[in-house]
Nanobody, 121 residues
């Protein structure tokens, strides 16, 4: 499965961006799609995940109330709406697919190429 992430860019603190990810292969209701991010000099970290069928979501604490993960089943597209962005949100954001809901990146076998989000202060 190829995952194509897009939507990154440069934004001022307090601004918003929406990331998109479109998998090329099949997505089933049991699959989980997630966003991870990797800031410069840091390890990749979990951001948010959604179960494709039930749309059950989970977020890391630092983005709760600011980021919203969603999916459009008809368009087979994953989104991450990011509001109230902070400089510490600067990172390369990756979308990924797994068979079960997890925050552990090792559970995710398919990854996109990443899209850079830069938040200026």
């Amino acid at each position: 499965v190829q995952l194509q992430a897009s939507g990154g860019g440069l934004v001022q603190a307090g601004g918003s961006l929406r990331l998109s990810c479109s998998p090329s292969g099949s997505i089933f209701s049991s699959h989980v799609m997630a966003w991870f991010r990797q800031a410069p000099g840091k390890e990749r970290e979990f951001v948010a995940a959604i179960r494709w069928g039930a749309a059950t979501t989970t977020y890391t604490d630092s983005v709760k109330g600011r980021f919203t993960i969603s999916r459009d089943n008809g368009k087979k597209t994953l989104y991450l709406q990011m509001n109230s962005l902070k400089p510490e949100d600067t990172a390369v954001y990756y979308c990924a697919k797994a068979n079960g809901l997890s925050r552990n990146e090792r559970e995710y076998r398919s990854w996109g190429q990443g899209t850079l989000v830069t938040v200026s202060s």
